[in-house]
């Protein structure tokens, strides 16, 4: 389990002297990005909230502010597996503006999707601050704060992640405390830094930035911010003690096993001796052991048989004997000449030593031989890869095919390499073989064989066995084939995707070409339609609960005057009426009495009183019948009706010149309020909302903003995001989930009975590539097919 500190700071950059921090610890973006030295389309200088440091104001869509591959890299080796860091900045963004402050991701091109490892994100259409990053799962993860920073004001920000304890402030005051996913900084090669903007289309900042900085250390608004110092030890801190604790745990049990198969090894070791043998013909040889094998000597070396032609000397035989060769020797040797009749077999049995086997007929009178006599069945001296042959009056030798003698009389013989001396008839496309007394052809590979000394090219598109894609076009070529991929397709052969032009909507995937499947919720040809559970009656929600679409799915909202009990049903069930009266949520004038009903409240004047009818709201007096515009919303209207406040959203008139297009951006028709979808292909007019990567879009006055797609809450332990889709589901078996509630009481046992706590890894005992994980009391494990 890893546990990461990530403090995230945007504000005011103030000079304290009570809090320094080491230069080698600090990275200043704009003097990585040489802002104000090199020239950035849509990037000014301009006066800043304070004169000690340059200020920029980023305008336009048409900038491309990001670090070069060499200020990227020496940024993010800072940053790179580091625990806790802290980033910086005082910032002033326009009104409404929905823009990222900076971000970190690595693009896929493939798929067209960018793994932000670190985005911060203000968006002045909803009022929220969104922090993006993937989580240690490499999952994608989104945490949104509702708060307004596009106001045209000045800020001091700062938002912590200590492990999973998030904590934004603003303005140096807390404002949110969250538990999420750990976050990983585990940045690839190539990973990118922008500021302003998410990427060259997307995510434009419209405004000013001052003193963006990235601090290596924890807790670094301290340097903005001095009366937030710590005194207690945060989130990272315990859970680094607690990584460690599982890192020991971890050696433990590797060095308990590698003490166990040392121990296992030495005891073998005690009552043996290895050494490394020959063995030939049935015969073991141990190491340095020499033989002569036929006319060769051989030793063994390492395990390995190495022999050498026997060099004969010429013969110096003395008077009365001659050189001749005797079964079993490879060398002549000196014998006693004998009488004709005892130099070869003459079948008479008068002689008193056995005549000596030779491949020379003897130049003597011959005697008389039976007809037919087999003299090779009597016995003769050919060795190995060496054939006995009758003639009329003896045997002689004769190497087999294949072999040359290694002395006159063919009794030994050793192997011709017909591919070394190029006595071979292999052909083009082949490669010769040695073999024992022959030689073989190989076809080269993509070649097949036409005889045994010809190969012909080898068509694998017409036998099937390419690597092409099923949805592309095979090539036959010399020596193997290419792939391309069918029109409509698109890819490099092997792999090949249909090709949609950007036509599925909604998160639909292109299946052929101009084929979308759709996702969940989705239908139509491009998947441009969401199904509307509601209206068309596939959910019926309790009776104080309404039915609310929403893009891709739908869930029971709570009807005025209800709210949730907190045990969450999906039909609205748990919802129970709200007591308006007790809680003070009311309207009522202090003229009337207030009584409450199921799902509303009612103000009633008492007996004899004459009541003006008027209303409370925001604690303000509403006279009666008066309408108004809410402050925080001016697109909703409210009136007072005998003491009752009823509010409604504004209701949109195209035909009306002076309609406010904010509140009715489908009446907006200008060109340059129109958006461009992600993929460049689709625009959008002002006001459409669409569904891409699991967010929501919505495009308004030529701006694009996403933010993640709403899901149904789920209460179980275990949850899985089936591929497709974007909400998670619960699920019981725990080594499919995606997400696990963690328990750290639950723990696990692995294979040496050591005590893993939840969330903890290791390697499998005795594997190299298995890896398993404790999942709350569950013992889940793997094999990585990379590490195979």
């Given at each position: 389990m890893g546990f990461l500190q990530l403090s995230l700071v945007l504000g005011f950059l103030g000079v304290s002297s009570g809090f320094g921090v080491d230069p080698s610890l600090r990275i200043n973006v704009f003097s990585e990005l040489s802002l104000g030295e090199d020239p950035f389309e849509g990037v000014s200088q301009v006066q800043g909230f304070h004169d000690e440091s340059r200020a920029f104001l980023f305008q336009g869509t048409s900038?491309?502010?990001?670090?070069?591959?060499?200020?990227?890299?020496?940024?993010?080796?800072?940053?790179?597996?580091?625990?806790?860091?802290?980033?910086?900045?005082?910032?002033?963004?326009?009104?409404?503006?929905s823009g990222v402050i900076l971000s970190i991701h690595h693009a896929d091109q493939r798929e067209h999707e960018y793994g932000r490892f670190l985005e911060l994100e203000s968006s002045g259409q909803r009022n929220e601050v969104r922090l993006h990053f993937r989580t240690?799962?490499?999952?994608?993860?989104?945490?949104?704060?509702?708060?307004?920073?596009?106001?045209?004001?000045?800020?001091?920000?700062?938002?912590?992640?200590?492990?999973?304890?998030?904590?934004?402030?603003?303005?140096?005051?807390?404002?949110?405390?969250?538990?999420?996913?750990?976050?990983?900084?585990?940045?690839?090669?190539?990973?990118?830094?922008?500021?302003?903007?998410?990427?060259?289309?997307?995510?434009?900042?419209?405004?000013?930035?001052q003193d963006v900085q990235i601090l290596v250390m924890p807790q670094g608004y301290i340097s903005q911010c001095p009366d937030l110092n710590r005194t207690c030890p945060t989130c990272s801190d315990f859970h680094g003690l607690v990584q460690k604790i599982m890192e020991l745990q971890d050696i433990l049990a590797k060095t308990s096993s590698k003490l166990s198969v040392a121990e296992e090894k030495m005891n073998g070791l005690e009552t043996c001796y290895c050494e490394r043998t020959c063995s030939v013909k049935g015969?073991?040889?141990?190491?340095?052991?020499?033989?002569?094998?036929?006319?060769?000597?051989?030793?063994?070396?390492?395990?390995?048989?190495?022999?050498?032609?026997?060099?004969?000397?010429?013969?110096?035989?003395?008077?009365?004997?001659?050189?001749?060769?005797?079964?079993?020797?490879?060398?002549?040797?000196?014998?006693?000449?004998?009488?004709?009749?005892?130099?070869?077999?003459?079948?008479?049995?008068?002689?008193?030593?056995?005549?000596?086997?030779?491949?020379?007929?003897?130049?003597?009178?011959?005697?008389?031989?039976?007809?037919?006599?087999?003299?090779?069945?009597?016995?003769?001296?050919?060795?190995?890869?060496?054939?006995?042959?009758?003639?009329?009056?003896?045997?002689?030798?004769?190497?087999?095919?294949?072999?040359?003698?290694?002395?006159?009389?063919?009794?030994?013989?050793?192997?011709?390499?017909?591919?070394?001396?190029?006595?071979?008839?292999?052909?083009?496309?082949?490669?010769?073989?040695?073999?024992?007394?022959?030689f073989m052809c190989i076809c080269h590979s993509g070649y097949i064989r036409i005889d045994d000394y010809s190969c012909t090219e080898h068509d694998e598109c017409v036998t099937g066995q390419h690597s092409c894609d099923e949805n592309a076009l095979c090539f036959n070529t010399v020596g193997g084939h290419s792939c391309s991929c069918k029109p409509g397709y698109t890819g490099n052969g092997t792999v090949c995707r249909a090709l949609c032009d950007g036509m599925c909507q909604n998160g639909g995937t292109c299946v052929s070409p101009n084929s979308c499947v759709c996702q969940q919720g989705f239908t139509g040809k491009r998947c441009e339609t969401d199904i509307d559970e509601c209206t068309n009656g596939l959910v019926e929600c309790d009776s104080r609960a309404t039915c609310v679409n929403l893009p891709g799915w739908y869930?029971?909202?709570?009807?005025?005057?209800?709210?949730?009990?907190?045990?969450?049903?999906?039909?609205?069930?748990?919802?129970?009426?709200?007591?308006?009266?007790?809680?003070?949520?009311?309207?009522?004038?202090?003229?009337?009495?207030?009584?409450?009903?199921?799902?509303?409240?009612?103000?009633?004047?008492?007996?004899?009183?004459?009541?003006?009818?008027?209303?409370?709201?925001?604690?303000?007096?509403?006279?009666?019948?008066?309408?108004?515009?809410?402050?925080?919303?001016?697109?909703?209207?409210?009136?007072?009706?005998?003491?009752?406040?009823?509010?409604?959203?504004?209701?949109?008139?195209?035909e009306n010149p002076t309609v406010d297009l904010f509140c009715c951006p489908e009446c907006d028709s200008r060109l340059s309020s129109q958006c461009l979808h992600q993929n460049g292909l689709l625009t959008y007019s002002s006001g459409d909302s669409w569904v891409e990567n699991c967010q929501q879009c919505q495009c308004l006055q030529g701006e694009v903003d996403c933010w993640p797609l709403s899901c149904p809450s789920v209460d179980c332990e275990f949850t899985l995001v089936p591929e497709g889709e974007c909400c998670p589901r619960c699920i019981t078996d725990p080594c499919q989930a995606d997400t696990i509630r963690n328990d750290i009481t639950k723990t696990c046992l692995d294979e040496h009975g050591i005590t893993r706590f939840t969330g903890s890894s290791w390697i499998k005992h005795g594997t190299e590539c298995t890896l398993c994980q404790c999942k709350n009391g569950h013992i889940c494990c793997s094999v990585d097919p990379m590490c195979l």
């Open positions: 900038r491309n502010v990001r670090a070069t591959e060499e200020g990227a890299e020496r940024m993010l080796k800072k940053l790179r597996n580091r625990g806790e860091f802290t980033v910086v900045a005082t910032l002033k963004q326009e009104h409404l503006n240690q799962a490499n999952q994608a993860h989104t945490e949104i704060f509702p708060y307004t920073l596009a106001d045209d004001q000045w800020h001091k920000v700062s938002l912590a992640i200590s492990a999973s304890h998030v904590i934004l402030h603003v303005d140096c005051n807390r404002i949110y405390e969250r538990v999420v996913e750990v976050p990983s900084m585990d940045l690839p090669k190539e990973t990118s830094f922008w500021l302003g903007q998410r990427n060259s289309a997307h995510g434009f900042f419209k405004g000013t930035m015969v073991i040889y141990r190491e340095d052991d020499a033989w002569t094998d036929g006319c060769r000597n051989c030793t063994c070396s390492n395990g390995t048989v190495q022999c050498e032609t026997i060099s004969c000397p010429p013969p110096d035989c003395p008077a009365g004997t001659a050189p001749v060769y005797v079964n079993g020797i490879c060398c002549k040797e000196c014998k006693r000449e004998c009488s004709p009749s005892l130099s070869t077999h003459t079948h008479t049995h008068t002689h008193t030593q056995r005549p000596i086997f030779s491949v020379h007929t003897p130049t003597i009178d011959k005697l008389p031989v039976p007809a037919g006599h087999d003299f090779c069945a009597e016995g003769n001296g050919c060795m190995e890869h060496s054939d006995c042959i009758n003639l009329e009056a003896a045997a002689c030798c004769s190497c087999k095919d294949g072999f040359r003698p290694l002395r006159d009389d063919n009794a030994y013989c050793e192997d011709i390499d017909e591919c070394a001396e190029g006595k071979h008839y292999c052909r083009e496309n082949t490669m010769c073989v040695n073999t024992p007394g022959s869930h029971c909202e709570c009807r005025d005057g209800y709210h949730d009990n907190g045990r969450f049903t999906a039909n609205g069930g748990s919802c129970e009426d709200v007591d308006e009266c007790k809680s003070g949520k009311n309207g009522c004038a202090n003229d009337t009495v207030c009584f409450n009903l199921d799902g509303g409240y009612d103000c009633r004047c008492p007996h004899g009183h004459n009541c003006t009818g008027d209303c409370i709201h925001d604690n303000k007096v509403k006279h009666n019948s008066q309408i108004w515009v809410l402050e925080n919303d001016r697109c909703s209207v409210c009136s007072c009706q005998t003491g009752l406040v009823m509010c409604r959203r504004m209701v949109c008139d195209c």
